[in-house]
């Protein structure tokens, strides 16, 4: 079955260090995946997406995330936190890479950035 | 470009009414998704549609209805309220379903069933 994991259902950082959210995924399948983000009260915007092309994947604000199919995880990284990026963060699979009719969803990381 | 746009914002039903949950997309995309969120979960895809007059069920499809009858348009109708319908509801779109096209999201809708 398919399956994502979000390793941490909250994360706290200061300003300016660096941030990690994990995310560890199953798929029977070359998946396709995805991080979104949601601020508070808002709808839901893609960060990155991994497609089976170079697995360091780099995406909007700065955030960056590493497909490694040994470890099937998919974890997401940034240098230095802003303020602005505390919010939701869902790791999001599509088993098959070639229908993300059907995408499953994380449960969420919710990121504080403390000043 | 307005993207995929939703209405209305905010509800409160009282149980056994019905509702018509709005969405709308002017990106000409073919597919388009509705997906529920509960507190401290994440989406679960309620119905979806590949184009005008075509949908299917998806995860959670009981007690709700949708209809296609165009490409802009993919409604969402409650038909009898009951509180575990309380959820905030996201509308989405996209182009494809092939690798990376990325589905594309409203602003969604909190309804509240009391």
């Known amino acids: 079955a398919q399956s994502v994991t979000q390793l941490d259902s909250h994360v706290s950082v200061s300003e300016g260090t660096p941030v990690l959210l994990r995310c560890n995924y199953s798929?029977?399948?070359?998946?396709?995946l995805f991080w979104y983000v949601q601020h508070p009260n808002k709808g839901l915007q893609l960060l990155l997406k991994y497609t089976s092309a170079a697995t360091l994947v780099k995406g909007i604000n700065g955030f960056e995330a590493e497909f490694k199919k040994s470890e099937t995880s998919f974890h997401l990284t940034k240098p230095s936190a802003h303020m602005s990026d505390a919010a939701e963060y869902f790791c999001v699979v599509s088993p098959n890479a070639g229908n993300n009719r059907k995408l499953i969803w994380g449960l969420g990381t919710s990121l504080a950035v403390n000043p | 470009n307005a993207g995929v746009t939703q209405t209305p914002k905010f509800r409160i039903l009282k149980i056994g009414q019905s509702m018509t949950l709005q969405c709308a997309q002017d990106m000409n995309h073919n597919y388009m998704y509705w997906y529920r969120q509960d507190p401290g979960m994440g989406l679960k895809l309620i119905y979806y549609s590949v184009g005008a007059g075509i949908t299917d069920k998806g995860e959670v499809p009981n007690g709700y209805n949708v209809s296609r009858s165009t490409t802009e348009d993919f409604p969402l109708r409650l038909e009898l309220a009951a509180p575990s319908q309380t959820s905030v509801y996201f509308c989405?779109?996209?182009?494809?379903?092939?690798?990376?096209?990325?589905?594309?999201f409203g602003p969604g809708t909190r309804l509240t069933v009391l």
């Open positions: 989405a779109s996209s182009y494809g379903t092939s690798a990376g096209n990325e589905q594309f």
């Open positions: 798929s029977s399948y070359s998946p396709s």
